[in-house]
């Protein structure tokens, strides 16, 4: 059984704003939602959380939106890193798609297919669900966009995974250069 375990991106700049970061778990054919928060949040907790959400589950990597202000987290990421004693396993992404196409693209088949499990008494997964209802109509889509950014990397480490190191009967030149030291 393939498991892989991603927090997506966190979006936030310095400034108080709407957040949407979730611990997403991918086994085989379903994605199932670990842990979400989804909420108004200073950048300190907004990092407390993240480090909860990382002592929790053990991400293999915590994903970050670079697009905009976020980058401007950095610092304060580093400051609390010294403060909890590591730093979290963090990974820029960058999203130059339209956010709604985007979203469309990646999760309605897997949604409309109920490859996406949520967690029926969760607060976070309660709005998410909202947010997902009214992607099209409703103001907020931070939720939904962390989950498009999980699923897609968590797909990506498991095609990775399935597919394995290259495979080559050719010797490569590197290779024969490399064996003479």
Known sequence: MVRYRA??????????????YLCLEAVR???????????????????AGMYSIYETFSPVAMYWEDNGQQDLMIDVWDSEAEKYGMPLPLKPIHNAENK?????????PLLENHKIRFHPHDPDQRLLKEQLLDLFDGS???????????????????RRQRQGPPKSAIRRESYILLRRY
Do not use: M, W
């Not at 199932?32 to 909420?39: G, K, N």
């Not at 709604?100 to 309605?108: C, D, M």
């Not at 907020?140 to 498991?158: T, Y």
């Open 7 to 20: 927090t997506p991106k966190c979006e936030a700049a310095i400034k108080r704003e709407d957040v949407g």
């Open 29 to 47: 054919v379903y994605q199932s939602i670990l842990a979400a928060r989804i909420r108004r949040e200073t950048p300190k907790k907004l990092i």
């Open 100 to 108: 709604k196409l985007r979203i469309e693209r990646i999760l309605f």
């Open 140 to 158: 907020h889509d931070d939720g939904p966009d962390a989950l498009s950014c999980a699923v897609k990397e968590a797909i990506n480490r498991l």
